[in-house]
Antibody
């Protein structure tokens, strides 16, 4: 069974760093792109970027380029989304998803709250 | 970036109704489009991929059509569990882009 399991909710202060994770199982992790999607409170879905764990090829939306870093550790079948300096506007739910036939499997989401 | 314009942004309908949601791409995207359903507090769920292919396990009342720039998602006979928000996503080129969503509410 394909599963993507994300790390738990985070509460951070502005300026702090953060790395959230997405662990894949039940399939060949290195053979599918993994993407990240943001959903701000009460808003729609935003495509942030995507990584191919097989060779770490990474693509970003211009809206998120330079604001976040996407990475993967294929040895432990885990993808990451990280911030070096969080802002209050980063408060959102973040989903990872496997790109097979479009985004066919999704993680459960990680809620990130940034507040002073 | 390709813009996906989804309409309507909200829709009221009754159980048993036939409903159609549309997505228009700002340039041709072949059939590289998926449709998603999202319920409150839940991750999105893929319904349709490659514009018209039904994802495994999705009821056959859901169907998709279109190619190039114009796409539709049709629910043939609304069921109570179908009231949710629907999104399209183009994966023709990077960055992939979502439509702004259609909230389907009970009339």
């Amino acid at each position: 069974e394909v599963q993507l399991v994300q790390s738990g909710a985070e509460v951070k202060k502005p300026g702090e760093s953060l790395k959230i994770s997405c662990k894949g199982s039940g399939y060949s992790f290195t053979s599918y792109w993994i993407g990240w999607v943001r959903q701000m409170p009460g808003k729609g879905l935003e495509w942030m970027g995507i990584i191919y764990p097989g060779d770490s090829d990474t693509r970003y939306s211009p809206s998120f380029q330079g604001q976040v870093t996407i990475s993967a550790d294929k040895s432990i079948s885990t993808a990451y989304l990280q911030w070096s300096s969080l802002k209050a506007s980063d408060t959102a739910m973040y989903y990872c998803a496997r790109h097979g036939d479009n985004f066919d499997y999704w993680g459960q989401g990680t809620l990130v709250t940034v507040s002073s | 970036a390709i813009q996906m314009t989804q309409s309507p942004s909200s829709l009221s309908a009754s159980v048993g109704d036939r409903v159609t949601i549309t997505c228009r791409a700002s340039q041709g995207i072949r059939n590289d489009l998926g449709w998603y359903q999202q319920k409150p507090g839940k991750a999105p769920k893929l319904l349709i991929y490659a514009a018209s292919s039904l994802q495994s396990g999705v009821p056959s009342r859901f169907s998709g059509s279109g190619s190039g720039t114009d796409f539709t998602l049709t629910i043939s006979s609304l069921q109570p569990e179908d009231f949710a928000t629907y999104y399209c996503l183009q994966d023709y080129n990077y960055p992939h882009t979502f439509g702004q969503g259609t909230k389907l509410e009970i009339k």
